[in-house]
């Protein structure tokens, strides 16, 4: 399956330009002897295992059983649940290219996070020919990855709460352009981040629908 792509269009470009300029101003907004935006909750993840419990041992399937290249957009999200959200004019709008997911992420952190995935894919919901739309990105994480950001996302300005059973962190923001909120949430090893116009309510039903899909297909993933 092609991650690139060679045809754009105009429409494709309207709205990733809204959210890529929104996602850029959002990793400047941080203070330079920050690693992420200003720290304001901290919360826990959720706790390892009890190797003395009487329950089978929990145990997140191998990387190497999930393939993200095979997966298409419209495996990750119902159309119905996006225009649910936001809007009835709300549509898929295309796959990311490789060199696109510069800048998503909302501090540098979490974009190391995203160098260091062994797979990912990213997708671009919206309103064609407007600012109005939202990213979803999956990728897989290495642990050591994971760590590092879940500890910096519990001394930051995200909020940690759950999705289902899932580990999630949410960060809402009234943006120049409307609110702006970011999700990420974690079904081990999977990452998946919704980030763009929206707030949180539903850009957080829109994380739990991509978190239904993934564990429809894996349905050994983790938290």
């Known amino acids: 399956m092609s991650r690139g792509g060679g045809h754009v269009a105009a429409s494709r470009m309207s709205v990733w330009a809204g959210v890529a300029a929104l996602s850029v101003a959002l990793v400047g907004c941080a203070p330079a002897s920050e690693t992420d935006p200003t720290p304001s909750a901290s919360v826990s993840t959720a706790p390892s295992p009890d190797a003395t419990s009487d329950g089978p041992p929990v145990t997140d399937p191998p990387v190497d059983e999930i393939d993200l290249d095979a997966l298409v957009c419209t495996d990750l999200l119902d159309l119905a649940v996006a225009q649910a959200q936001f809007g009835a ?48 990105v999956v990728a897989a994480l290495p642990q050591a990855s994971r760590d590092t950001l879940t500890t910096a996302l519990g001394s930051s300005v995200f909020t940690g709460t759950l999705i289902g059973s899932a580990p999630a962190y949410t960060w809402e923001r009234d943006d120049a352009l409307g609110m702006f909120t970011t999700v990420y949430a974690f079904a081990s090893p999977l990452w998946v981040t919704v980030t763009g116009s929206g707030t949180t309510s539903s850009q957080t039903e829109i994380t739990g629908d991509v978190l239904n899909h993934l564990r429809t297909i894996y349905p050994s993933l983790g938290n």
Do not use: H, K, R, Y
């Open 89 to 136: 004019d709300a549509q898929f709008i295309a796959e990311l290219g490789p060199g696109e997911f510069a800048g998503i992420m909302a501090g540098p952190v979490a974009e190391n996070a995203l160098s260091e995935a062994t797979q990912q894919i990213g997708c671009i919901w919206g309103i064609p020919q407007s600012d109005g739309a939202f990213t979803v």
